[in-house]
T-cell receptor
């Protein structure tokens, strides 16, 4: 069973700061997912990646398969980025469910 | 476009009562369907997944069960709720046998009293 660890658990930063959230996993994976959960509970998929780097707006996700590590970066952070960011992995085929980290609670102060 | 519905949005039930949560997906065929739970102070956990009608895989032994009576309908049930069943229940879908993104429903917040 894959163990997914995220750090930090909580992060408070000032608006405009560069944010990094880290994720490591214990067993080889098919893909890694970064998810965003807002206070109401709804979850949005930000990225799914199996190698390299992806960018969407101010968000950047990278993964190092050899080191079993991924990072999510937020540039020019804004209070609306405040949310819980969750790392999840798929270890098997496409139909397999996700294994989740415990999440990083991010607060961006104006 | 594809959409996923869950109901009810919130539910308060006494211990020992039955449960039925429903999830439906529109705009796609033969989706893979998932039930996840997020207990208070804990991370998300996969409960069940289904790759087709009548095909259910259980990840965590518990007093919950799942059924898929139609291609785009997924139901989570319990005969007798426990206090520990309280949490936020999310349904999700994906398509295909390769690895694809999963799309989450709005969730049901269940409080067992």
């Amino acid at each position: 069973k894959n163990e997914v660890e995220q750090s930090p658990q909580n992060l408070t930063a000032q608006e405009g700061e560069f944010i990094t959230i880290n994720c490591s996993y214990s067993v080889g994976i098919s893909a890694l997912h970064w998810l965003q959960q807002h206070p109401g509970g709804g979850i949005v998929s930000l990225f799914m990646l199996s190698s390299g780097k992806k960018k969407h707006g101010r968000l950047i996700a990278t993964i190092n398969i050899q080191e079993k590590h991924s990072s999510l970066h937020i540039t020019a952070s804004h209070p609306r980025d405040s949310a819980v960011y969750i790392c999840a992995v798929t270890s098997g085929g496409g139909a397999d469910g996700l294994t989740f980290g415990k999440g990083t609670h991010l607060i961006i102060q104006p | 476009s594809q959409t996923i519905h869950q109901w009810p949005a919130t539910l308060v039930q006494p211990v020992g009562s039955p449960l039925s949560l429903e999830c439906t997906v529109e705009g796609t065929s033969n989706p893979n369907l998932y039930w996840y739970r997020q207990a208070a102070g804990r991370g998300l956990q996969l409960l069940f997944y289904s790759v087709g009608i009548g095909q259910i895989s259980s990840e965590v032994p518990q007093n919950l069960s799942a059924s898929r009576p139609q291609d785009r309908q997924f139901i989570l049930s319990s005969k007798k709720l426990l206090l520990s069943d309280s949490g936020f229940y999310l349904c999700a879908w994906s398509v295909g046998s390769r690895v694809y993104e999963q799309y989450f429903g709005p969730g049901t917040r269940l409080t067992v009293t």
